[in-house]
């Protein structure tokens, strides 16, 4: 019996899965975007555990409403 935890790129393919800052890290994105991602989607905070975590559903769901495909005026927020 292993007791591996999944990678960040596994947790995004399992459906109702929690992501933590770490596994944002893990995924490329440094503090500031892990913030911006923190800001943006509703939080889950278990009672008895510090630790924030996103649904990964939103998390996906952010990025690919975030994606510029030259299809739309790309802004810069201030």
């Not at 935890?5 to 893990?26: K, Q, V």
């Not at 975590?53 to 739309?72: K, N, P, T």
């Amino acid at each position: 019996m292993t007791d591996r935890r999944p990678s960040a790129t596994e947790l995004l393919s399992t459906p109702g899965a929690l992501l933590s800052r770490t596994h944002l890290r893990e995924l490329g994105l440094e503090r500031r975007a892990v913030d911006a991602v923190y800001r943006a989607l509703p939080v889950v905070v278990l009672p008895g555990y510090s630790r924030p975590l996103i649904r990964v559903e939103d998390y996906v769901q952010l990025v690919e409403s975030s994606m510029y495909r030259g299809d739309r005026v790309r802004f810069r927020a201030s």
